[in-house]
């Protein structure tokens, strides 16, 4: 490469250098690969590249990632720790006219990591934000398990004591889409665990592995089989993410087992009070109930 090259923005596909062209002031949320480092998209490239500061979680591991394409951007540490620090820097940045560029160390920024905050103080700032959407775990996970994708919720880590996680299961027990989790490789088989106790051994569920890695695994089945597999005495290595079937749906209740609920509570309360209280038990729409259970009465002469 030549010493034009080397002072030059941008970045090397293929023994191919590419000149970056100049960014417009914003905040960049980069997303990064998972695990490969070929997932990176040519738009996120020419993004590390030309931006005026590039911020990262870790920058040894970002490093690496500018190493491989030859981007001579120097990172900047912005994480957890750092952040009531760095993050003014950064949005001081911003209000001087420069690009800056948000990376995580993989994956899309913003998603179980500090980046919310700087985005926030950047819209709050009146600074525009621009997205350039990558590799992301939850998402590969999702279309690599076989579980449903017309309605999902990603519900980031499990608490790591046992009561939280297995209230925490509780209450998302009933939400009718998959649930998406991250976990850690140590904590799998309790999760599973709990997870079979509180849902039900039989529920569909999927463990996926060190996505687009070399040893990428998707390990399929009910929570109790799963759970047994992932048993204590099980080494488990790499980074998981865990995805579990929506519920099955509850079959309606027919016609003469609502008249039947709506006579006995009837027997105890009034008209309406029966009828509102039906509606609660059968998830029936209550006008409905109050009309039928009116029809009812005068079936039996009041």
């Given at each position: 490469m030549t010493d034009d090259l080397k002072n030059q923005r941008g970045y090397r596909v293929a023994n191919t250098f590419v000149p970056a062209r100049p960014l417009e002031p914003a905040l960049y949320l980069v997303a990064t690969p998972i695990g490969n480092l070929g997932d990176m998209t040519l738009r996120a490239l020419e993004t590390l590249a030309?931006?005026?500061?590039?911020?990262?979680?870790?920058?040894?591991?970002?490093?690496?990632?500018?190493?491989?394409?030859?981007?001579?951007?120097r990172p900047f540490a912005y994480h957890e720790h750092n952040a009531d620090e760095a993050?003014?820097?950064?949005?001081?940045?911003?209000?001087?006219?420069?690009?800056?560029?948000?990376?995580?160390?993989?994956?899309?920024?913003?998603?179980?990591?500090?980046?919310?905050?700087?985005?926030?103080?950047?819209?709050e700032a009146g600074r525009k934000v621009v997205p350039i959407p990558g590799a992301s775990a939850p998402l590969a996970a999702l279309v690599g398990s076989g579980m449903p994708s017309d309605a999902f919720l990603f519900a980031g880590f499990l608490p790591v004591k046992d009561k939280g996680r297995r209230d925490r299961l509780a209450e998302l027990s009933k939400v009718p889409a998959t649930l998406i989790f991250f976990e850690?490789?140590?904590?799998?088989?309790?999760?599973?665990?709990?997870?079979?106790?509180?849902l039900g051994g039989d529920r569909r569920a999927c463990v996926c592995r060190e996505l687009t890695k070399t040893f990428e695994e998707?390990?399929?089945?009910?929570?109790?089989?799963?759970?047994?597999?992932?048993?204590?005495?099980?080494?488990?290595?790499?980074?998981?993410?865990?995805?579990?079937?929506?519920?099955?749906?509850?079959?309606?209740p027919g016609e003469v087992e609502v008249d039947?609920?709506?006579?006995?509570?009837?027997?105890?309360?009034?008209?309406?009070?029966?009828?509102?209280?039906?509606?609660?038990?059968v998830g029936l729409p209550r006008k409905d109930l109050y009309q039928r259970l009116l029809a009812l009465k005068g079936e039996n002469g009041g």
């Amino acid at each position: 490469m030549t010493d034009d090259l080397k002072n030059q923005r941008g970045y090397r596909v293929a023994n191919t250098f590419v000149p970056a062209r100049p960014l417009e002031p914003a905040l960049y949320l980069v997303a990064t690969p998972i695990g490969n480092l070929g997932d990176m998209t040519l738009r996120a490239l020419e993004t590390l590249a030309g931006a005026d500061v590039l911020a990262c979680e870790d920058t040894r591991v970002t490093r690496v990632l500018l190493d491989r394409y030859g981007i001579v951007n120097r990172p900047f540490a912005y994480h957890e720790h750092n952040a009531d620090e760095a993050g003014p820097k950064l949005l001081a940045a911003l209000e001087e006219g420069k690009s800056v560029a948000l990376v995580s160390d993989a994956g899309t920024p913003l998603v179980s990591d500090p980046g919310y905050r700087l985005a926030q103080m950047a819209i709050e700032a009146g600074r525009k934000v621009v997205p350039i959407p990558g590799a992301s775990a939850p998402l590969a996970a999702l279309v690599g398990s076989g579980m449903p994708s017309d309605a999902f919720l990603f519900a980031g880590f499990l608490p790591v004591k046992d009561k939280g996680r297995r209230d925490r299961l509780a209450e998302l027990s009933k939400v009718p889409a998959t649930l998406i989790f991250f976990e850690s490789p140590h904590r799998i088989g309790a999760t599973l665990a709990a997870a079979a106790d509180v849902l039900g051994g039989d529920r569909r569920a999927c463990v996926c592995r060190e996505l687009t890695k070399t040893f990428e695994e998707f390990r399929r089945g009910t929570l109790e089989e799963l759970a047994a597999y992932y048993h204590d005495d099980r080494v488990v290595k790499g980074e998981i993410v865990l995805l579990l079937a929506p519920p099955e749906a509850e079959e309606a209740p027919g016609e003469v087992e609502v008249d039947m609920l709506l006579r006995e509570l009837a027997a105890t309360m009034p008209t309406a009070k029966a009828a509102t209280e039906a509606a609660r038990l059968v998830g029936l729409p209550r006008k409905d109930l109050y009309q039928r259970l009116l029809a009812l009465k005068g079936e039996n002469g009041g």
